[in-house]
């Protein structure tokens, strides 16, 4: 018999990788900045891996439609660290 409980699989939309919903970061853009998810409109995750590679500013851009790849970097530090 097959278990009646599973965990979500979710998405990074930096590396494309599949990880369970509790392993993963959410967020969502706000008036093109960076959020902790606030439980309205549309979000993202973002896996603990992908923090400091060189797309992560570019796939953080194309997810807020902003080029102001510093700035979501500087917000994204903040949230880590208020996470942990």
Request: net charge positive; glycine share 2%; charged share 25%.
């Amino acid at each position: 018999m097959a278990p009646k409980y599973k965990e979500p699989i979710r998405m990074c939309v930096i590396c494309r990788e599949r990880f369970p919903q509790s392993s993963l970061l959410r967020l969502q853009c706000q008036n093109r900045s960076i959020i902790s998810f606030s439980g309205n409109g549309r979000s993202f995750y973002f896996c603990n891996n992908c923090f400091d590679t060189k797309s992560t500013a570019r796939a953080l851009a194309r997810q807020c439609k902003t080029n102001a790849t510093q700035i979501l970097l500087q917000q994204l530090k903040e949230i880590i660290i208020d996470v942990r």
